[in-house]
């Protein structure tokens, strides 16, 4: 690829970040916060199985329907912004998806169509044209094992499942949404276990990716401890 000073750059010399775990773990607030802090691009590949749930929804294919999900996936017209009060926007073609991407019931399906192989090979393409200059933070299940596996810094974010389910408890409540904590555990428990059971890109830590558990760690600490990794695996490149 060709920067816009004119300078060819192949995609694998752009480093990428790639931070995996399980839903709670507060992948995607660790993510956005480094990516802001290098000045790097940002992938939130949740977002991406989420959005083709929606997809599907408008256009009424059934999520059983692995063919034309994959169709939707290659196809998807995605756009991230932000709001004016710095809240994420997701943008569907032109409309605005965002609280449909973000709800649990979307999260939910979503991991049920990332167990299909169609699906996560039509979402190959698109998660790697986020790859560009100067950087990527990506976020995901399967960052470093599956999508980067040449990535020069890849972390694998773990949380006891408790946790897991106090955190997300804790957001949506922030966002006026009450589910009761033993339905959020119940949810979690069943999508870790659709996420690491799965045939394709089960989720679990790439051999050469720092494992952190941030079950005791606030988010500033585990952004520290993120800080340092990054620094050092930058530095022996
Ligand atoms: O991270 P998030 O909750 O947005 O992801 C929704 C679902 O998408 C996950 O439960 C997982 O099944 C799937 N997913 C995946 N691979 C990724 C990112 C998300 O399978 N890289």
Redesign the pocket.
């Known amino acids: 690829m060709e920067t816009s000073r004119g300078i060819v750059v192949e995609k694998q010399d752009i480093a990428v970040v790639a931070i995996?775990g399980?839903?709670g773990t507060g992948?995607?607030t660790i993510a956005r916060q480094m990516a802001e802090y290098l000045g790097w691009h940002l992938l939130?590949?949740?977002?991406?199985?989420?959005l083709t749930v929606v997809a599907a929804q408008d256009s009424a294919v059934a999520l059983d329907d692995e063919s034309a999900l994959a169709s939707l996936a290659a196809g998807l017209e995605v756009r991230f912004a932000s709001a004016t009060d710095g809240n994420e926007q997701i943008f569907l073609g032109q409309t605005d998806v965002t609280d449909d991407v973000r709800n649990e019931e979307?999260?939910?399906n979503?991991?049920?169509?990332?167990?299909m192989p169609a699906v996560?090979t039509a979402l190959m393409e698109l998660?790697r044209s986020f790859r560009e200059v100067p950087g990527l933070v990506a976020?995901?299940?399967?960052?470093g094992n599956?999508?980067f596996p040449d990535a020069p810094v890849k972390i694998f974010l773990t949380a006891s499942p408790e946790e897991r389910a106090q955190r997300r408890h804790k957001q949506l409540k922030d966002k006026g949404i009450n589910v009761s904590l033993p339905v959020l555990s119940a949810d979690i428990a069943e999508?870790d276990r659709?996420?690491t059971e799965?045939a394709v890109?089960p989720?679990r830590p790439a051999s050469d990716a720092e494992i952190l558990d941030t079950t005791s760690l606030s988010i500033d600490e585990v952004v520290e401890r993120v800080k340092k990794i990054v620094a050092r695996a930058l530095s022996d490149r």
């Not at 939130?44 to 989420?50: C, Q």
């Not at 976020?139 to 960052?143: A, H, K, S, T, V």
């Open positions: 995996d399980p839903s992948k995607g939130d590949s949740g977002a991406l199985y989420r979307t999260g939910k979503a991991s049920k169509i990332a167990a996560r998660q976020d995901g299940r399967d960052m599956v999508v999508r659709r996420d799965r890109a989720l």
